[in-house]
């Protein structure tokens, strides 16, 4: 099973704002996304969870929380308390593939896990308080960068060395 993180992230690092909103709205990176991760699980914290308002369709949504009382409305919804344990349920599912989708503090927990990152880097700053944690450029290598008018997305895989 092969994790990926996958991110926007503007120019100074903001991937969003405390209250959970995304500081920008692309509709070219929000489909870019949406036709990455489609069929997959998506692994999320409780504040990303919470900003979207409801699962993402064709995916099995799953929040990692801190909160045991912590509930939602939607059947289809998996609760785990840690990103181990969301990561075991994905593994006895045999998925694939898994996304990691944030925020902050999801990204900081799954980077050492993670096989692949694919990240839109923006070509602008974003108003926000919650940054993409720093990624040691050692520990990965670019296999594919895509251009477009507002972002570049890059593809990186854990480098062997």
């Known amino acids: 099973m092969r994790i990926i993180l996958i991110s926007a992230i503007a120019k100074n690092g903001v991937i969003g704002r405390k209250n959970g909103e995304m500081p920008w709205h692309i509709k070219e990176e929000f489909q870019h996304f949406k036709n990455t991760t489609m069929g997959s699980a998506l692994i999320m914290g409780r504040k990303s ?3 979207l308002g409801k699962p993402l369709k064709g995916r099995e949504n799953i929040i990692v929380t801190r ?3 912590y509930s939602v409305s939607f059947d289809d919804v998996k609760i ?3 990103l181990d344990e969301s990561i075991e349920y994905c593994e006895n599912k045999n998925y694939e593939k ?3 989708i944030g925020g902050g503090e999801i990204y900081k927990q799954g980077i050492p896990k993670a ?3 694919i990240l839109s880097h923006l070509k602008f700053d974003a108003e926000g308080e919650i940054k993409f944690p720093k990624i040691n450029s050692s520990d990965w290598k670019v296999v594919s960068t895509e251009e477009r008018d507002q972002f570049e997305i890059v593809k990186y895989v854990r480098s062997d060395e």
Do not use: G, R
């Open 49 to 51: 969870f919470e900003s």
């Open 67 to 69: 909160n045991y009382n």
């Open 80 to 82: 785990f308390y840690s």
């Open 98 to 100: 898994i996304f990691i």
């Open 115 to 117: 096989d692949e990152l």
